[in-house]
């Protein structure tokens, strides 16, 4: 399994930053997520309220594995 990633991810200029990722994904957010919210359509679109002090990983990466 992958660790949480987020392609679009959105931080304040203040400090520490306050940040969000604002991916739109299919019927489940990323793994570290905790405030995950789904739209009731089939399939579900989900996003992640989470406000962190950091920005995980983008998913469409480098390509160091690639699953």
Do not use: W, Y
Not at 5 to 16: A, V
Not at 39 to 44: A, E, K, Q, V
């Amino acid at each position: 399994s992958s660790g949480p990633c987020c392609d679009r991810c959105r931080c304040t200029k203040s400090e520490p930053p306050q940040c969000q990722c604002q991916d739109v994904r299919l019927n489940s957010c990323h793994s570290a997520c905790e405030a995950c919210v789904c739209s009731h359509s089939m399939p579900g679109l989900c996003s992640c309220l989470d406000i962190t002090h950091f920005c995980h990983e983008p998913c469409k990466s480098s390509g160091d594995d690639e699953d």
